[in-house]
């Protein structure tokens, strides 16, 4: 039984794993439809394949790094954790994050993920120059601006549709140290966390929790995390120590343990327990907050869950996310911790990829019979204000959304149809979407 993050769907698979480039081609041209899969942390089903699912985890080596550059060439299946630990304390950092370190550099390309930085530095894919393809023929090639550029701007982003990516090359920046500079602001409500985090573009990262179930005045307060990379003189002295501990969610929380009590709750303690200020943090809590609680997927129990998150374009976020906001707050559901960030002006090549200058809002929903009701709902107000979801976290949209929300989707479903005219790779979201 395999699923993503989200713990649904749930389907049982064939797991193939591939160790190496010569092994994902032959697994790729031995099998008649199958899906690449990196770590399994997209929420949904855009991993999931009942036939066949290719596990890249075990392709999982580093192979060059130029100390000049920062060029670092990896296969495809080494875990950005696995790229911190050995390059952090080298000086060197992730250009784009997702909120977990547990993500494959593959997972990353075909997400074209974005981090708390997005403003400033685009997605993930502005950072990689090239990667190698496994396509549906058995060929493998090599992709990037100026070689099968086409490939390259439908790969990027374009989850796992047009080819298995085996290796790929990327910049990592430079930094001072392991520590961030963070600083904390608090807004009392949607309009004053969307100004701060306009005010914030001149800082690297920022990023607004946001209370999903407060109403009124309050709708939309929110406490905002802005960071900076900390330089060695700006360190306390003894620096504070990463606690690299773990606790892991042991089992599947009963379902009742999530409502709107629940939830009120710790949001109110969350939102007095940050108070404004400024501090000098190890980067894991800073980027990962989450990772320290291992499998905390079961907190949302055994029917598992889904995140919605969608991007609105910036003349019409103010008052689209508003409504979404009312409109999750009336239902009563939403998560522990809702994210809201800004995506800056830089338009990414790939043709699939999700970010557009604009506010993108992310929060989890436990699974039960009034989930979907309400997403379809949060679907058609994305849709009526220009906005589109976000593929890597997506388990139940369908396809007019998609059509309407990603104006390059003909140009992606060319180049697919060129490199793989019977649909070899396919996902459970490909085949829900019509992708
Ligand atoms: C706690 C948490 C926080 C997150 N925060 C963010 C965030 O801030 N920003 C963000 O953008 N995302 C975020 N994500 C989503 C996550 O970054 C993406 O879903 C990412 O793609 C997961 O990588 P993975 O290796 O687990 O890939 P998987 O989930 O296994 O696969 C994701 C997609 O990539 C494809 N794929 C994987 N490997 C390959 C390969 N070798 N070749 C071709 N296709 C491949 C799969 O087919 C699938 O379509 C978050 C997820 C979690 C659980």
Known sequence: MLSGWGNYPRVEA???????????????????????????????????????VLSMLRSSRMIAFDEESGRLTCEAGV??????????????????????????????????????????????????????LALADGQVVTCSRSENADLFAATCGGMGLTGTIVSATFRLIRVESPYIRQETRQAANLAEAMALLDQSASSTYSVAWIDCLSTGARMGRSVIFCGEHALPHELPSPPPKADTRTVTMPFHAPAMLLNRWSVSAFNEFYYRRNPAGTAIIPYGPYFYPLDAILAWNRLYGRAGFVQYQCVLPKAAAAEGMATLLRRIAASGKGSFLAVLKQFGATNPHGMLSFPMEGYTLALDFAVDRKTLALLGELDAITGDHGGRIYLAKDACSRPDLLRRGYPRLDEFLAVRHKVDPDNKFSSLLSQRLGL
């Open 14 to 52: 064939r797991l193939l794993m591939a160790r190496g480039r010569d092994e994902a081609r032959a697994a790729v041209s031995s099998e008649a439809s199958l899906i690449a899969r990196g770590n399994g942390r997209s929420y949904g089903d855009a991993a999931l394949n009942p036939n066949a």
């Open 79 to 132: 875990m950005l954790a696995d790229i911190l630990d050995v390059f952090v304390p080298r000086g060197w950092f992730a250009p784009v994050t997702p909120g977990t370190k547990f993500v494959t550099v593959g997972g990353m390309i075909a997400s074209d993920v974005h981090g708390k930085n997005h403003h400033g530095a685009g997605s993930f894919t502005e950072h990689v120059d090239s990667f190698d």
